[in-house]
């Protein structure tokens, strides 16, 4: 016995296409002769003759043969086979092009997945709908880029759908997989209002600040602590300058210990010991007006009492008396505790990374609560591994998001125009702890995260097993693209598309052969072909619809392509330049930022205004400031 798998919905068995195929034959020619008889209607009442037709039977088609057809239809000859010519001609193009469609195979998921109609409050149509409703002050024909994100064409040749404003998107795709290209260089440059984007690299910023920056009234903030697009620094940014309470020093206290937490959340003693101590020092330090070099100080001479003082003196007593407790506590356990948040704060021992983070008079300061009113960009850049600047844009990214929420409650509940915040690498810069409990009502506000990973591992290892699931089931878009080579993750991803019915044929040869068909319920989309979806492909699972496949875009595909390349051509020209002009940055005998010998008024060589010493402070003039 054989069998074969006839395919999704299939078609005809074997022993029915003969008669089937027979009645089809005879149909087929009855329509031909009623097509040329309606035709030698037409071409007798082009001539002038009137609408007169003979009647439609075997009679009328004798005389045809015998007299010919334009004796019998009173038409000229010319006419009547021209007629029938473009007809002929019209009717073999269309059987060409229909039999030269790709048919689909029982390996072949599309005809299974979702359609134009299950994703209907997606397409074009659906999407300006919705966008209606969320935007009361969208105009009456607005830009397809005003009703929402564009996550790809469906596939085969579907609609480009689009997520709406209240929705929050996971990408999930592997390293030069059209991450960059497709979501985040489209997304940055479509969003109708402020859009905040993270990388480690300088493509994006290529990409797009420079037709960003061209918007009318629309300014570019490049916030690039560790050079990676030689960025020029033209403000500061003081995370200080937003806290106010404890809970405001938690959360930033949060960012720098996710640079040693990987993971583990709260549970593990010395993590959240560190993160105590850390927001009992930056409390103190924003309470008197001090800057982050000075909390680095703190840390490294854990006898210190200035910031016990200094909490008592603003009336915050319990958590003064934390601190002191801390202090006068076992060594061991002390100084263990102080070495976790020191590890944790890394950033803070670099003068180039302290240099854009230390207010500075001669520079303007940025400021989250404005921005959110605007049309400007945000871009926070970091690179990746320990003492990176990466504590640093989560607590950007953190403070403009927690501020869109903010201006939406003051504004009635919905930010309009949305603001985006593309968190291209967020597993690498932008390890904002609590993001899973966020994406639940970020889109209710107005503020749309796009948060793309390289893999579902990555999210686990940030956010943990717990956090990574939050995030995944919270998030109302989803795209997987290609790369997937979690076993589990892929599996999981299959049984979220479903099962389709197969139909398998079972046939028998011998004395006498049979044909049986039966239907079989498999996998759409097995494990293995969700690993192995190729590049420019994505699998969307939007919450409500079924699973859908789309065909990804990237920016060079679109009407923008040329100015866009342009943009990336002069930024890395620019890029290559100021780095040839840098000089390499002259050694000296100082030490870090926040040593021990720094005085606790912050004066000495740890009190320079950039967070370190004079010679650091020389560096930065010679790469900070060059306009």
Not at 363 to 379: K, Q, S
Not at 481 to 490: E, S
Not at 589 to 599: L, N
Not at 608 to 619: E, H, I, L, V, Y
Request: net charge neutral.
């Amino acid at each position: 016995m054989r069998r074969s798998v006839l395919g999704p919905r299939a078609g005809l068995p074997p022993d029915a296409v003969l008669p089937l195929g027979i009645v089809a034959v005879l149909w087929g020619a009855a329509g031909l002769l009623w097509l040329a008889w309606l035709l030698g209607g037409c071409a007798r009442w082009l001539s002038g003759g009137g609408w007169v037709l003979p009647p439609f039977s075997l009679d009328t088609l004798g005389a045809a043969v015998d007299a010919g057809p334009p004796r019998t239809f009173d038409a000229p000859p010319w006419l009547l086979f021209g007629l029938w010519a473009v007809a002929g001609a019209l009717l073999l193009l269309g059987a060409a092009a229909l039999l030269s469609r790709p048919r689909p195979t029982a390996d072949d998921p599309v005809p299974s997945l979702a359609g134009p109609r299950d994703l209907g409050l997606m397409t074009p149509a659906g999407a300006e709908d919705r966008a209606r409703g969320l935007r009361p002050g969208l105009a009456r024909r607005p830009q397809p880029a005003d009703t929402g994100l564009a996550v790809g064409l469906l596939e085969p040749k579907g609609p480009l759908l689009r997520a709406s404003w209240e929705d929050v998107v996971v990408a999930i795709m592997a390293p030069r997989a059209g991450k960059t290209t497709s979501l985040a260089v489209p997304i940055v440059l479509a969003a109708p209002g402020p859009v905040i984007a993270t990388s480690n690299k300088a493509d994006l910023v290529a990409a797009t600040a420079e037709l960003r920056a061209a918007r009318p009234g629309a300014r570019c903030w490049v916030f690039d602590p560790q050079g990676i697009a030689r960025t020029p620094r033209e403000f500061t940014f003081n995370p200080l300058a937003a806290v106010q309470v404890v809970g405001d020093a938690d959360r930033l206290a949060k960012h720098f210990v996710q640079e040693v937490s990987d993971g583990k959340g709260d549970g593990d003693f010395w993590v959240k010991a560190a993160t105590d101590l850390l927001t009992a020092l930056i409390l103190a330090a924003a309470l008197d007006g001090r800057d982050l070099a000075q909390v680095y100080r703190w840390l490294n001479d854990s006898s210190s009492r200035t910031p016990v003082q200094l909490l008592r003196r603003h009336g915050h007593l319990p958590t003064a008396s934390a601190l002191e407790g801390r202090q006068n506590g076992a060594v061991e356990t002390k100084e263990g505790i102080f070495e976790t948040a020191r590890t944790a704060a890394q950033a803070l021992r670099d003068p180039e990374i302290m240099a854009w983070v230390t207010p500075d008079p001669a520079l303007p300061e940025f400021d989250p609560a404005a921005f959110v009113a605007t049309g400007d960009a945000v871009y926070a850049m970091s690179k990746d591994g320990g003492g990176s600047a990466a504590p640093l844009v989560a607590a950007m990214v953190d403070a403009l998001m927690r501020q869109g929420v903010r201006a939406a409650e003051a504004a009635g509940g919905r930010l309009d125009p949305p603001m985006v915040a593309v968190l291209d690498e967020a597993a690498n810069v932008a390890k904002i702890k609590d993001l899973p409990d966020l994406y639940s009502h970020l889109g209710s506000r107005g503020v749309v995260p796009v948060t793309i990973l390289q893999s579902y591992r990555q999210g686990v290892r940030v956010w943990s097993e717990d956090g990574m699931g939050t995030l995944w089931s919270a998030a109302t878009v989803k795209l997987v693209g290609a790369g997937i080579d979690d076993p589990r993750f892929a599996e999981d991803v299959s049984k979220l598309i479903g099962d389709h019915d197969v139909t398998v044929r079972s046939a028998t040869y011998g004395r006498e052969s049979s044909h049986q068909h039966s239907l079989r319920r498999q996998r759409i989309l097995p494990p293995e072909a969700v690993r192995a979806l190729p590049r420019g492909r994505a699998i969307l699972l939007a919450t409500g619809m079924r699973a859908a496949m789309v065909r990804l875009q990237p920016w060079y595909s679109g009407p923008d392509s040329r100015r866009i390349a342009e943009s990336i051509e002069a930024a890395t020209t620019g890029i290559a330049e100021r780095a040839r002009s840098e000089a390499p940055p002259a050694r000296t005998a100082a030490g870090p930022p926040g040593g021990t010998g720094g005085g606790e008024d912050g004066s000495g060589a740890a009190g320079a205004g950039a967070g370190g010493d004079t010679s650091g402070g020389g560096r930065e003039s010679s790469r900070g400031r060059r306009r």
